[in-house]
């Protein structure tokens, strides 16, 4: 059993920066893949972005390619989502999870969600 945290969303402006905090219980790093997922109002929950077991090969979706970065910091027990030039259709609430590697990164635990918001 893996227990996730999340936390860092909030409101930015078009343009501007968010870094997004997961805290992983126990060893969850150095045994599974971890990711982001996010669901704009009214659609699916999306892949964006997953780093394999610990920490090699991050994934993204093509829509945050360039802009977002996903690391962690093993020693905290932290996944991180480095977001920057947020758009607003960035708008989102957005989930960590825990699963496989990176490529196809499939969830099998999931932490609670943070609300980004990017105005125009």
């Known amino acids: 059993q893996v227990e996730l945290g999340g936390s860092g969303g909030g409101l930015v402006q078009a343009g501007g920066s968010l870094r997004l905090s997961c805290a992983a219980s126990?060893?969850?790093?150095?045994?599974?893949?971890m990711g982001w997922f996010r669901r704009a109002p009214g659609k699916e929950r999306t892949f964006v972005a997953a780093i394999n077991p610990g920490g090699s090969s991050p994934a993204y979706a093509d829509s945050v390619k360039g802009r977002f970065t996903i690391s962690i910091d093993a020693a905290k027990n932290t996944l991180y989502l480095q977001m920057n030039d947020l758009k607003p259709e960035d708008t989102a609430v957005y989930y960590c999870?825990?699963?496989?590697?990176?490529?196809?990164?499939?969830?099998?635990?999931w932490g609670q969600g943070t609300q980004v918001t990017v105005s125009s």
């Open positions: 999870a825990a699963g496989t590697t990176a490529r196809p990164f499939r969830p099998t635990y």
């Open positions: 126990g060893r969850a790093f150095r045994a599974y893949g």
